[in-house]
Structure formats: structure tokens, C-alpha cells
């Protein structure tokens, strides 16, 4: 003989109801803070790197730069543009400029004396910020939002520019 349990409806409380409601409100607001948090990283490191980047990739003057000193962060040396123009004395990253003696092709920010490393390395070395900040966005991602394959592929995007970058300067 089978006994059959009668299946009745419990109605949950008005306070068990409401408390159910606001505990999905709050776990919807710290999704979509999160979320905020990653997008303020990224951008911020877009916004970083964009005004070296704009002129490693674009820049309107370029020529060559030959290192004759370095100091602590910064390297200097004469500026020799690739148009008409006359020769003049600018300052280059001491981390891209590879020492003394080395002859690099640069552009020139506009309105200044400082250089920047064109081609391949100076273009990724100028992204860096933003590597940086898609592997802090990783973290937030992978830790606030809980989507591990999507903060997975943001960290090795990151460590990829940074990496690249480092590669590329040193060899």
C-alpha cells in the first residue's frame, strides 16, 4: 500500500517575501557595482595610455633620436626629424631608449621636447597602463561578478600587452 503525502501550498509571510525581494536587490546592486568598478579600470587605463599611444601610433612629427646621456628615468639626445627641420635636443623613457648610444625611431609630442618610441615595442609599451588595468579588472571580475572564463581572458589580455611589451624593449 502506497501512501500518498497531500502536496499543499504554504504561503510564505509578507516579511519572509519582502526580505526575499531586498536580498535579491542587494545582490543585483553589487553585481552592477562591480561591474562598475571594472568599466572605471578599463577606461582609466585607456584614458592612461591614449595620450602616449595616440602619438607612438600616429604621431605627426617622427624622426630619429641618438641617446648620448641618461639619468635616473629619463634619457636624452638629439632629435633628428625625418622631414624638414632642423635637429634639436629631446628627452626619451630611459626604459625604452636601450642606453647610450642607440639611435631610435621616435615621434615628438606635440608642443614639447619629450619623444616617444614609435614601432611595435613603443606602441605596446605605450599600452601598458591598460594591460595593467584589464589584470586589476580580472580581479574584480572574477571576484565581484564571479565570471571566471571572462576574467580569465581580461588577465591574459593584460599580461599579454605588458609581456609583449617587455619583450619586445628588451631583445
Known sequence: MSSR???T???RSRVRRLG????GMLLLARAALMALIALVLVVAGVWTSWDTASVAMRGDERGTVTVTTCGDERCSGTFSPAGPG???KVTVSQFVSGGRGETLEVA???GSDQVVRTGPAGVLYAWVP????LLLASLVIAGGLRMRKTALATGVC???VMGGAWALLTF
Open 5 to 7: 503525502v497531500a502536496q
Open 9 to 11: 501550498k504554504i504561503k
Open 20 to 23: 526575499e525581494s531586498a536580498f
Open 86 to 88: 632642423e635637429a634639436s
Open 108 to 110: 615628438r609630442k606635440p
Open 130 to 133: 591598460l594591460g595593467g588595468a
Open 158 to 160: 593584460g599580461a599579454l
